[in-house]
C-alpha cells in the first residue's frame, strides 16, 4: 500500500467536492474507485452489509419523523400567528421586533429543528414589516438569518441526531447537553439587539402606537393563547417525553409528527394537497441526507481498510499535540469548511475521521457533538455557502442587496464563536445538565 493513501484519499474527495460536484456521488465514485484500485472488488462484499446496517438503525427513523413534523408545524399556520403575536407583545419597546423574532426563532427551532422553513418563514413575514418600520437592513437581516440558525443546536435538532449516529452516543443525551449551550446563545443575542437598540435607536425603532392599539384585551388574550400555549405544548410534549426518559428520541419524533398534524387539523389547514406536499417535502429532504449518508458509509469502509484511522491516529501521537490542541485543530477546520461544504458533508465526511482519535484522547464525545455542533451552526451564516444567507435573499424584497445580509450576519458569526468558547473553556455548560438529570 501506498504510504500516505488515506491522506490522498481524503484530499481527493475535497477537491472535487470544492469543484461543486454532487457529495452523494463524489463520496461514494471516490470510494469505490479507490477501492477497487487498492483491494480488488471482493473488499466491497461488506459495503452492502454497511449500508443495511444504516437501513436498520433505529435512531436515523428520527429524521424523517423530525422532518415531517417542522414541515407540518409551517404548514398549520401557526408559526405565522406567533410571530405577528410577539411582534404585538414587544412592539412598545425599542428594538421589539428584533426581540420577537429572536424569541419566535427559539421557539421555532425547538418546534421544528428545520432552519430552511424558520428562516424562509420569518423572512417573508417580518422582514417588510421591519424595513417598513424603519429598521436598518444589516440589522433585520441579521436578526432573522441568525435566529433562523438556533434549529442546528436547540434540541430537538437533526444536527444533534446525525451526530449521535456518528459519534455513536446517545441522542437523548446530546439533546440534553444542548439546552443550556443553545439558550447561552438566545441570551447572547438578546444581549446584542438590546445594545443596538440602546446604542443605535434608529436602527432598531419601537412600533408606532396605531398599530399596537387594535392588540388589546380579549383579543390579545385569545391570540396568545392559540400562538404561544399551543405550540409550546408541542415541544413539551417532545422534549418533555426524551427529558423524562419516558420516550426515546425516535419515538418523540413520532410524537411530534402526530402532534403537528394535530394541529393542523385543530386550525382547519389539513388538506390531501397539504399532506401530499408535507410527505413529498420530507421524502426530498430525509433521501437526500440518506444518499449522503450512503456514500459516507462507502467513504468510511475504504478509509478504514487503507488505515487511515490508524495512520492519523499515529500522526497526531507523534506529533506529541495535547488533546486540547488537537480540538482547536478540529475546531478550526470545521469552521473553515463550513464556508465551502454543507454540515452534512462534513458530519460525514470529517467527524467518523476525527471521533476515534477523541476517543483514544479521552475526550468527552458528547462535549465534542455540542462543540460540534456549535461550530456547524456558524456554516449556515458563513459565506459564500451559507444556506442561511441564499433562504434569506430568496425572499427578500428587491431593495435588499446580499452586502446586507452578509454584512447584518457578522456580529451573530462573532456571537456564536463566543457561545462555543464558552462552551470549550466551561465543559459543565453542556454536560451538567445531563449529569443532574441522569441521563
Known amino acids: 500500500m ?6 490522498i484519499f481524503f484530499v481527493v474527495i475535497l477537491i472535487l467536492l470544492l469543484m461543486g460536484f454532487p457529495v452523494a456521488f463524489t463520496l461514494g465514485g471516490a470510494s469505490i474507485i479507490f477501492g477497487l484500485l487498492s483491494f480488488g472488488p471482493e473488499f ?7 449500508i443495511w446496517g444504516i437501513m436498520q438503525n433505529y435512531i436515523l427513523i428520527a429524521v424523517p419523523l423530525f422532518v415531517f413534523m417542522g414541515v407540518m408545524f409551517e404548514k398549520s399556520g401557526l408559526a405565522e400567528e406567533l410571530l405577528e403575536t410577539m411582534a404585538l407583545l414587544f412592539g412598545k419597546l425599542r428594538g421589539g421586533l428584533a426581540i420577537s423574532v429572536l424569541i419566535v426563532g427559539a421557539m421555532l427551532a425547538a418546534a421544528t429543528g428545520i432552519v430552511g422553513a424558520t428562516v424562509v418563514t420569518m423572512g417573508v413575514l417580518t422582514l417588510p414589516t421591519m424595513l417598513k418600520k424603519g429598521y436598518d437592513p444589516k440589522v ?4 432573522i438569518s441568525a435566529s433562523g440558525t438556533l434549529g442546528q443546536i436547540i434540541p430537538p435538532s437533526i444536527v444533534l441526531v446525525l451526530l449521535g449516529s456518528v459519534l455513536n452516543v446517545s441522542v437523548g443525551e446530546l439533546f440534553v447537553a444542548a ?3 443553545g439558550f447561552a446563545l438566545v441570551v447572547l443575542f438578546f444581549i446584542w439587539v438590546i445594545y443596538i437598540a440602546i446604542t443605535q435607536p434608529k436602527k432598531a425603532p419601537a412600533m408606532p402606537k396605531e398599530d399596537l392599539d387594535a392588540f388589546k384585551g380579549v383579543v390579545k388574550f385569545k391570540r396568545i393563547i392559540t400562538a404561544f400555549i399551543i405550540p409550546f405544548f408541542l415541544i413539551l410534549a417532545v422534549l418533555g417525553s426524551i427529558f423524562a426518559g419516558i420516550a426515546s428520541p425516535t419515538e418523540a419524533a413520532a410524537i411530534g409528527a402526530l402532534g403537528a398534524t394535530l394541529l393542523t387539523v385543530l386550525r382547519g389547514k389539513f388538506t390531501i394537497a397539504t399532506l401530499k406536499e408535507v410527505m413529498i417535502r420530507t421524502m426530498t429532504l430525509t433521501s437526500m441526507a440518506f444518499l449522503i449518508l450512503v456514500g459516507a458509509s462507502a467513504f468510511g469502509l475504504v478509509f478504514r481498510g487503507l488505515h487511515g484511522d490508524t495512520y492519523l491516529t499515529d500522526l497526531i501521537i507523534s506529533a ?6 488537537f480540538l482547536a485543530i478540529v475546531m478550526l477546520i ?5 464556508f465551502f461544504i454543507d454540515f452534512i458533508e462534513i458530519i460525514f465526511i470529517i467527524v467518523p475521521v476525527v471521533a476515534p482519535i477523541f476517543i483514544h484522547m479521552n475526550i468527552n464525545l458528547v462535549w465534542v457533538g455540542i462543540l460540534i455542533a456549535m461550530n456547524l451552526q ?3 451564516l458563513t459565506p459564500p455557502f451559507g444556506f442561511t444567507l441564499f433562504y434569506l435573499k430568496g425572499v427578500a424584497p428587491p431593495e435588499i442587496t446580499t452586502s446586507h445580509i452578509y454584512k447584518g450576519i457578522i456580529p451573530y458569526v462573532i456571537i456564536q464563536l463566543i457561545g462555543l468558547l464558552l462552551v470549550i473553556f466551561f465543559p459543565d455548560l453542556a454536560l451538567w445538565l445531563p449529569k443532574v438529570m441522569g441521563v
Not at 2 to 7: R, S, Y
Not at 44 to 50: A, S
Not at 334 to 338: K, Y
Request: glycine share 8%; aromatic share 8%.
Open 140 to 143: 433585520a437581516t441579521g436578526i
Open 334 to 338: 470545521i469552521f473553515v469548511a463550513g
Open 378 to 380: 456558524t456554516s449556515f
Open 320 to 325: 506529541n499535540l495535547e488533546p486540547h490542541h
Open 2 to 7: 501506498i504510504e500516505g493513501l488515506p491522506i
Open 179 to 181: 439546552v443550556i449551550p
Open 44 to 50: 466491497f462484499n461488506l459495503l452492502p452489509l454497511r
